[in-house]
Nanobody, 122 residues
């Protein structure tokens, strides 16, 4: 069994920064790709960023250059540094893990956290 727990969400103004954390325990660890997804009200869950065990990363176009995904394998924790936040970044942010190669589609991910709310006011 695996467990993912997100933290760090909150209410900020446009242009501010936030850092999300995802602490993993259980079966997740070596070899797992970890990803961040988000879901805004009335919309589907969309890919944000992902990182593999070696540190290779991939981002959706709208966050490239503003968001940075990283991981500390010793702590089994992934981070998402979000800078220059925009109102359209408002969503519940989820972390996820998969044993497969890096994917941008939610069905490829086996484990999910409960989500953390990020609200960006204009």
């Amino acid at each position: 069994q695996a467990s993912l727990v997100e933290s760090g969400g909150g209410l900020v103004q446009a242009g501010d920064s936030l850092r999300l954390s995802c602490a993993a325990s259980g079966r997740t660890g070596s070899g797992y790709v970890m990803g961040w997804f988000r879901q805004a009200p009335g919309k589907g869950r969309e890919f944000v960023a992902a990182i593999n065990w070696a540190g290779s990363t991939y981002y959706r176009d709208s966050v490239e250059g503003r968001f940075t995904v990283s991981r500390d394998n010793a702590k089994n924790t992934m981070y998402l540094q979000m800078n220059t936040l925009k109102p359209e970044d408002t969503a519940v942010y989820y972390c996820a893990a998969t044993r497969q190669v890096l994917h941008t589609s939610p069905p490829y991910y086996d484990y999910w956290g409960q989500g953390t709310q990020v609200t960006v006011s204009s």
